[in-house]
């Protein structure tokens, strides 16, 4: 069993950086690509792709809307994955996760269908 754990969400203003990091839980986790998502509220809104690291770290694919901006990465010593997100923008207001792939899976997955644990979520809000 795998448990993902997101910290470092926080108030900051447009222009600012800022690092999230997600801690794990369980022997597996070496074993999986990990990613990050991000969600707005309102009906039907879907959890959106961030980017995503391959188990051993080497590969990195990004979304269009934060490509450039946005760095992930992991160090499998601490269990533990990073998002550095420069330039933020008000647009990138969200909650943030980061979740583990399923293992059946290839790499880049982008739908939220491909992950099978979570974490709870860490609030990102960026003021203009």
């Known amino acids: 069993q795998l448990d993902l754990v997101e910290s470092g969400g926080r108030l900051v203003q447009a222009g600012d950086s800022l690092g999230l990091s997600c801690l794990a839980s369980?022997?597996?986790?070496?074993?999986?690509?990990m990613a990050w998502f991000r969600q707005t509220p309102g009906p039907g809104k879907e959890r959106e792709f961030v980017?995503?690291?391959?188990?051993?770290?080497?590969?990195?694919h990004y979304s269009d809307s934060v490509k450039g901006r946005f760095t992930i990465s992991r160090d499998n010593a601490k269990n533990t994955i990073y998002l550095q997100m420069n330039s933020l923008k008000p647009e990138d207001t969200a909650v943030y996760y980061c979740?583990?792939?399923?293992?059946?899976?290839?790499?880049?997955?982008?739908?939220?269908?491909?992950?099978?644990?979570w974490g709870q979520g860490t609030q990102v809000t960026v003021s203009s």
């Open positions: 979740a583990a792939v399923l293992l059946d899976r290839g790499f880049p997955s982008r739908h939220p269908s491909s992950y099978g644990t």
């Open positions: 369980g022997r597996t986790f070496k074993s999986h690509d």
């Open positions: 980017g995503v690291v391959s188990w051993n770290g080497y590969r990195t």
